[in-house]
């Protein structure tokens, strides 16, 4: 969009020009480490290594979400409900990475239905009795979603607001392991270190506050709290996109070098199309609250059939200047 650009590293312009001199001259390190990782994320990750274990680790049938927007004081019209979800079915396999991507559908109130789904052990659970009735299904809930929630945990968005600015590191990295009886004493305590250490953080550390940390180092802690529990599938919700893009592409080397040690299976939900090429083994586009098209992520971002796909991909900036796409775009009927 720009004509001319300017490079600012730790509060100072480092380098400024014409964005096309910037672009194919730069000159000072931090511009070409910046320019490296947008690079880096037109195309597949070389740390990716391809699934192939022959059975799901977690499947879904039929999922769906339903909306139902507050109705205004005043308002004498009820607002139409919106299904953000609507009849979607997916497997992810063992050590999979399979990327979400498509429309934002954003409300202020609502209640999910959870038909019934393999839970990420293997075993088959109904949800959806327990899903209206809290009071009764309390004890059935607590015991059947237990151990569940204990394999698939989540990565927040927000590197900020998802760490409690009360706690310390280890208590927000610990309180998980109290909780479930895990570890105590000097054990809970290796354990901590041990997680830090794991994502990249001097061990040290762990009885400083969050506000003591940039906001690349607030994601790592939350990536060691959601592997407290040695998880089998991790939920990743926009998880790079609050960040720079050279700590983005860290992040996401991140985790796919623990996916490696550890064997882990991602749902990577995302705007980015370039983050999901290069960390995704498939792809899901979603439009309208269904799944319009699901395959390998190289075949999604190059060759898409569905016209919703094409229009999304179509619409991705490219970050070179002299290669704009404004002429070359797809464009997609609401």
């Given at each position: ?5 300017a490079v ?7 380098e400024a020009?014409?964005?096309?001199e910037?672009?194919h ?14 690079l ?13 274990a ?8 039929d ?12 308002s004498?019209?009820p607002?139409?409900e919106?299904r953000a979800v609507?009849?979607?079915s997916?497997e992810?396999?063992?050590?999979e ?7 934002r ?7 999910p239905?959870?038909p019934?789904h ?6 088959d ?14 004890g ?8 569940f929630h204990?394999?698939?945990r ?22 998980l392991?109290?909780?479930n009886?895990i570890a105590?004493?000097?054990?809970l305590?290796a354990?901590?270190s041990?997680?830090?250490s794991?994502?990249?953080l001097d061990?040290?550390m762990?009885?400083r ?9 607030r994601?790592r ?5 959601a ?6 599938v ?12 050279s ?8 985790l ?16 980015d199309i370039g ?8 792809v899901?586009v979603m439009?309208?609250?269904k799944i319009v098209?699901l395959g390998?992520?190289e075949?999604?971002?190059?060759a898409?059939?569905?016209p ?5 991909i ?5 970050p ?12 997609l009927?609401a």
């Amino acid at each position: 969009m720009a004509d001319d650009v300017a490079v600012m590293y730790r509060g100072r312009i480092v380098e400024a020009g014409p964005v096309d001199e910037v672009f194919h001259g730069a000159r000072h390190p931090y511009t070409k480490r910046l320019l490296n990782s947008v690079l880096k994320l037109e195309r597949t990750s070389e740390l990716k290594q391809a699934s192939t274990a022959a059975d799901p680790i977690l499947s879904v049938r039929d999922l769906g979400k339903l909306y139902q927007p507050r109705q205004g004081f005043l308002s004498r019209r009820p607002k139409t409900e919106v299904r953000a979800v609507d009849g979607v079915s997916f497997e992810l396999m063992a050590g999979e990475s399979l990327g979400i991507v498509g429309e934002r559908v954003g409300q202020d109130h609502a209640w999910p239905a959870y038909p019934p789904h393999r839970r990420a052990d293997g075993r088959d659970s109904d949800l959806s009795a327990c899903h209206r009735s809290a009071d009764r299904c309390a004890g059935s809930r607590q015991s059947g979603l237990r151990g569940f929630h204990q394999q698939v945990r989540l990565i927040f968005q927000d590197p900020f607001a998802s760490l409690n600015p009360r706690m310390t590191v280890r208590q927000i990295i610990a309180d998980l392991m109290v909780v479930n009886h895990i570890a105590g004493g000097a054990a809970l305590d290796a354990r901590v270190s041990e997680l830090l250490s794991m994502v990249g953080l001097d061990p040290a550390m762990m009885e400083r506050y969050p506000h003591a940390f940039s906001g690349g180092q607030r994601q790592r802690i939350g990536i060691a709290r959601a592997l407290a529990l040695n998880p089998r599938v991790l939920i990743a919700d926009e998880a790079t996109s609050a960040l720079d893009v050279s700590i983005r592409s860290q992040m996401l080397d991140l985790l796919l070098e623990l996916q490696q040690r550890l064997g882990l299976s991602f749902l990577f939900i995302s705007h980015d199309i370039g983050v999901v090429r290069y960390f995704c083994d498939r792809v899901a586009v979603m439009r309208h609250g269904k799944i319009v098209e699901l395959g390998p992520a190289e075949t999604i971002c190059t060759a898409p059939e569905h016209p919703y796909t094409k229009a999304l991909i179509s619409a991705v900036p490219h970050p070179d200047p002299r290669q704009k796409r404004m002429r070359t775009r797809t464009r997609l009927d609401a």
